[in-house]
């Protein structure tokens, strides 16, 4: 069984900065991507960032790019989304996800953190 745990949001005045995490655990083979999605009330979801375990390609969403950063720990199976001078406009629920294989035979399936808020606003 593999999760995914995402911490790290909360509320923040514009202009601020917050670092959310996420840890996927369990039954690890292999991590081929991470990222972060979001989800804000009325809005269609996106993809914010991403970052392959492999080779540090990244991805960012032109919306965030110059002030978001995605990094990984791989060691620790872990992926951080560190967002900086936050606008209103970034509150939304973000998501981890990983593609990722449980074990070595299976092919590679998209898993899904349960979300943290990030609510920018004074």
């Known amino acids: 069984q593999v999760r995914l745990v995402e911490s790290g949001g909360g509320l923040v005045q514009p202009g601020g900065s917050l670092r959310v995490s996420c840890v996927a655990s369990g039954t690890i083979f292999s991590i081929n991507v991470m990222g972060w999605y979001r989800q804000a009330p009325g809005k269609q979801g996106e993809l914010v960032a991403s970052?392959?375990?492999?080779?540090?390609?990244?991805y960012y969403a032109d919306s965030v790019k110059g002030r978001f950063t995605i990094s990984r720990d791989n060691a620790k199976n872990t992926v951080f989304l560190q967002m900086n001078n936050l606008e209103p406009e970034n509150t939304a629920v973000y998501y981890c996800?990983?593609?990722?294989?449980?074990?070595?035979?299976?092919?590679?399936?998209?898993?899904w953190g349960r979300g943290t808020q990030v609510t920018v606003s004074s």
């Open positions: 996800n990983a593609n990722l294989r449980g074990l070595s035979w299976l092919p590679p399936k998209n898993y």
């Open positions: 970052i392959s375990i492999g080779g540090g390609d990244t």
